[in-house]
């Protein structure tokens, strides 16, 4: 069976993704050998020992900042074993969309780089990272928890993981729109039924609810993201009577 993607880590806490080895769509991913992945710990690569990762910063200040060698022999083994392109998850990259996880996830070999700290040496940044994504302008710990965000949405892309492959295309953020509202049984939960539309079996009058419930949605939500789209005649349509009946 092919190998659809290879990721590396490098993290200095490699037993954290335990949590994505043992659980969900990428326990699937990896049993089913769509996914490959390996964890490289920078201490392994340290020269000391007393496996030191981390110092002082040049010009003072709080905090310690990541050593360059350690991350770079981790780096080049990766790369050496056969990882792609390396991307440093950090909180002043591009802020990660669901656009450029659909690029990425065509992309046969990926290293994912987990800072720690105050942050990495600015050299090993420009010598050895090819990208670096963000996951939100917020601040964390350190680069695990983002570089498990991403290994999840990649997954997702690969053919054959999810029961079905049309899931990605409807998903929130696939075609530039929030998803629509979802039901599931009962038809009537606490007085409240499903939306009529979806009961009655039409395709077409299905497909219209779920288009002009993602507009509206989106217009309610994420008008950034609306700012963004050109609308057909049918969108704006059906934008407009969301909105119509929204202000009443």
Not at 34 to 52: G, V
Not at 58 to 80: D, E, F, K, N, T
Not at 214 to 226: F, K, N, S
Request: proline letters at 6%; hydrophobic letters at 40%; a negative charge.
């Amino acid at each position: 069976m092919r190998i659809y993607m290879r990721i590396d880590v490098v993290s200095i806490f490699p037993q954290m993704f335990d949590a994505v080895r043992d659980f969900g769509m990428t326990r699937i991913a990896l049993q089913s050998e769509k996914l490959r992945l390996e964890l490289w710990d920078p201490r392994d690569f340290c020269q000391d020992r007393y496996r030191r990762v981390d110092d002082r910063p040049y010009g003072g200040g709080p905090g310690m900042v990541m050593m360059a060698p350690p991350l770079a022999g981790a780096i080049r083994s990766a790369r050496s074993a056969g990882g792609g392109k390396v991307i440093y998850l950090g909180p002043q990259g591009p802020r990660l969309t669901q656009e450029r996880v659909q690029t990425l996830a065509t992309e046969p070999a990926l290293v994912l780089l987990a800072g720690r700290y105050e942050g990495v040496d600015q050299r090993l940044l420009e010598r050895e990272v090819d990208e670096e994504l963000s996951i939100g302008d917020y601040v964390l710990a350190g680069g695990e928890l983002p570089a498990m965000v991403l290994i999840e949405a990649l997954v997702r892309c690969l053919p054959g993981v999810l029961g079905n492959d049309d899931s990605v295309k409807t998903e929130s953020f696939s075609a530039g729109l929030l998803d629509w509202p979802q039901y599931t049984r009962p038809e009537t939960f606490k007085g409240v039924e499903v939306p009529a539309p979806l009961l009655t079996g039409n395709h077409e009058e299905i497909r219209r609810w779920r288009l002009k419930q993602a507009l509206g949605q989106t217009w309610l939500r994420r008008p950034d993201l609306l700012a963004q789209r050109e609308l057909n005649d049918e969108e704006r349509l059906l934008l407009e009577s969301f909105r119509q009946q929204y202000e009443k």
